[in-house]
């Protein structure tokens, strides 16, 4: 059957600051007013339009979640935002692409991000199979600078703007080698204080951290969890995709949810990676499934995990494995 392979380049600061893009099941908002492109939200078509509080989000929330160790320029504050080195960079570009074979589709949207203090390019990917409600987001660094760069932690995705965690549940799934996904739910408010006001008048920030522990991403806890809106019934059901350590932090920022996903860090796993000029690193997928309650994400996640097993046609339109 013939393929399909729709794309376009904008080289320069696009003319929309505000860009959706998705297809029928999912639509992904982003804000491009500022230095650097933000991830608004994420949702279903159909879904109620966000009230206005919910437009507001903290711009201190950029694409991605990066800590350079030795890169002390932003402090502790900088860390929750995802540090002073996220926040550095600044839109280059975007790439958006529709690759479709087999009656398969992939909907694909990359931002090219740099940072001119360290040289530091970073290459967001996002990905969505046609008519399924996920999202799932990786990051690719390159070091375009003169001098080595340590990486202690990049996330996979960094996703602002949920509801408030007084709304919301969060489900975890407990997992040992004799007692497998044992499922248990809490209000996030349980877990993530309110911590209302920051010292210096602006939004307080407030997170509960879990991490995978061990060789196995499975040893202590499944590498998914889920929220769920306790009123509504919305739900968004994670995974990290990775096969050594994870992190998953779900917090508060500026009065709404914020959720980041990512493979090992240095704190938790002391794991670090060392890009030499010219090296490159890519993180693990994370995918965000979303659905009318746990049910309904873990349905659209089941289709997700379907579709990415077979083999979609790349950028250069031959088939192979995403």
Not at 129 to 142: A, E, H, T
Not at 182 to 187: A, C, F, L, S
Not at 202 to 207: D, E, I, L, P, Y
Request: net charge neutral; glycine share 12%.
């Amino acid at each position: 059957m013939p393929q399909q392979d729709r794309h376009q380049w904008t080289d320069s600061f696009p003319w929309s600051l505000a860009y959706r893009w998705g297809h029928s099941a999912l639509t992904a908002d982003f804000d491009l007013s500022g230095d650097t492109p933000r991830l608004l939200r994420v949702r279903r078509p159909g879904e109620p339009e966000p009230r206005p509080e919910e437009t507001e989000t903290d711009p201190s929330l950029p694409l991605v979640d990066l800590v350079l160790l030795g890169d002390d320029t932003g402090g502790a504050r900088a860390r929750f935002a995802g540090t002073a080195t996220g926040g550095r960079l600044t839109y280059r570009a975007h790439h958006s692409t529709y690759s479709c074979s087999d009656n398969a589709g992939l909907h694909r949207l990359t931002f090219e991000l740099h940072d001119p203090a360290t040289g530091l390019t970073a290459f967001v990917a996002y990905e969505s199979p046609d008519g399924i409600p996920v999202l799932r987001s990786r990051v690719r660094l390159r070091n375009d600078g003169t001098g080595p760069l340590t990486l202690r932690s990049v996330g996979s995705l960094l996703l602002g703007g949920l509801p408030s965690p007084d709304e919301l549940s969060v489900l975890r799934a407990r997992d040992d080698r004799l007692a497998k996904c044992r499922w248990y739910t809490e209000p996030l408010r349980d877990s993530v204080p309110d911590v209302g006001q920051g010292a210096h008048g602006g939004a307080g920030h407030a997170a509960a951290r879990l991490a995978g522990r061990g060789g196995r991403p499975t040893d202590g806890h499944l590498a998914m969890g889920a929220l769920q809106h306790r009123t509504d019934g919305r739900g968004w059901l994670w995974q990290i995709e990775s096969a050594d350590g994870w992190v998953r932090e779900a917090g508060e920022s500026a009065g709404r949810t914020y959720l980041a996903l990512g493979g090992p860090t240095y704190d938790e796993h002391q794991w670090r990676q060392v890009l030499q000029p010219g090296a490159e690193f890519t993180t693990e997928w994370a995918a965000l499934a979303l659905g009318a309650g746990f049910d309904g994400a873990l349905a659209a996640l089941t289709s997700y995990r379907r579709a990415v097993r077979r083999p979609y046609p790349d950028h250069t339109g031959s088939r192979g494995p995403s």
